[in-house]
């Protein structure tokens, strides 16, 4: 997708959160680091998000996602020198969410303060990832990902609270299909912090 197109995924966007947080009565923001599944890769993520419905099992996350030295899955098959330069790039993305979160029920304390998430969502890529040959070579450019690429995304997290808004949680991401790139995950650690009024508790 071209750059022009992108201003019209950054409208989406503000659209997305306007709706979503025109009846909020609570944001709750999250940081997280990321190991991907490669050697010299990492990354972090910054999100906010809340309930929606007015139940606390149900909520949205919007977040800014960065991976740093992500190499290209089956780049041999295009081309074993390509493979064998060790060529990486940072990913950078958008990630709208849907969420359902699961709180267990006990006698115990503990088990109490646990809860599981699942999200499902689409991460708009905010790169352009590509192999530039011309002047030196009489060759179009090769590309891997292009800005405003949206791929799927899916995650599931154990958030363990210790006040009504502080946590820390644990998880792991997917990218099933990420462009031309293939396959990413991760897995992550991260807090959460909630801001204002909250509902249910």
Not at 76 to 102: H, M, N, P
Request: with cysteine; net charge negative; charged share 20%.
């Amino acid at each position: 997708m071209t750059a022009k197109k992108f201003p019209h995924i950054a409208h989406i966007l503000c659209l997305f959160i306007a709706i979503l947080t025109s009846k909020s009565h609570a944001l709750e923001s999250s940081v997280q680091l990321h190991k991907v599944d490669q050697d010299k890769s990492f990354g972090y993520s910054l999100s906010i998000g809340d309930e929606f419905f007015n139940q606390k099992a149900f909520n949205w996350q919007v977040s800014y996602n960065r991976l740093e030295n992500v190499v290209i899955g089956d780049l041999d098959k295009t081309s074993g020198v390509w493979d064998e330069a060790d060529f990486d790039f940072t990913l950078q993305t958008i990630d709208l969410s849907l969420g359902y979160r699961y709180y267990p029920e006990s006698y115990n304390k503990f088990i109490n303060s646990l809860m599981v998430e699942f999200q499902l969502g689409a991460a708009i890529n905010l790169g352009e990832h590509k192999f530039v040959f011309r002047p030196d070579f009489d060759r179009d450019d090769v590309y891997f990902a292009e800005q405003g690429d949206i791929n799927p995304v899916m995650s599931i997290s154990l958030q363990k609270s210790f006040t009504k808004n502080s946590a820390i949680h644990i998880g792991f991401k997917h990218y099933p299909s990420y462009s031309d790139f293939g396959s990413i995950s991760t897995v992550f650690i991260g807090f959460n912090y909630r801001f204002g009024r909250q509902i249910g508790y």
